[in-house]
């Protein structure tokens, strides 16, 4: 059932809105998804706050030119489109529908756009694939702590080799 200008309008809006908030965002053909389907990459998406909207080309293309993207060009992707957003983090909405892209083989990523900027579907993909704010953290937190635990199992070996010594020295003369 085709939309009413006021309908479209308010999907323009939306997506003019979500464009100027977002740190990136990813074009998904979803044609060939089933309803459940759908739900559930819905459902999946919003348990991490990232919002996603089906919508034509020429309402996401208007969008794109309201919030200031006008380089970015969406008309020669094919199939029926669909955008994932988030305010949050940069990785996430291309992180979740990779998973999601290998549960239902219909699902397929299209580009997306990272610092206002497009990228082709493999930089999505391989932006997908780098780990979590926390794991890279953790890998931080490690290489620090690694040359600090070597430092002060050096410093205190001076210190062992000393106790050692006069623990020696004090058996023979005992």
């Known amino acids: 059932m085709p939309k009413s200008k006021e309908q479209k309008e308010e999907v323009v809006k939306t997506l003019t809105d979500r464009f100027s908030k977002m740190k990136s965002a990813v074009f998904v053909d979803y044609s060939g ?3 459940k389907s759908v739900e559930q990459l819905r459902k999946s ?3 991490e706050d990232v919002s996603y909207q089906v919508a034509k080309k020429t309402l996401i293309k208007l969008a794109l030119e309201k919030a200031g993207l006008k380089e970015i060009e969406i008309m020669p992707l094919v199939g029926q489109i669909a955008v994932a957003t988030s305010e949050q983090d940069e990785v996430m909405p291309a992180r979740l529908l990779k998973k999601l892209q290998k549960d239902n083989e219909a699902l397929a990523i299209l580009g997306g756009i990272l610092e206002n ?3 082709a579907a493999a930089k999505v993909l391989e932006l997908a694939s780098l780990p979590t704010r926390d794991e890279l953290i953790a890998r931080v937190i490690g290489s620090i702590r690694a040359p600090l635990s070597g430092l ?3 410093l205190q070996g001076g210190m062992r080799n000393f106790v050692n ?3 020696a020295i004090k058996d023979q003369k005992a």
């Open 33 to 35: 998804l089933n309803v």
């Open 152 to 154: 002060v199992n050096v």
């Open 45 to 47: 998406l919003r348990e």
């Open 117 to 119: 900027k497009f990228v």
């Open 165 to 167: 010594v006069l623990s």
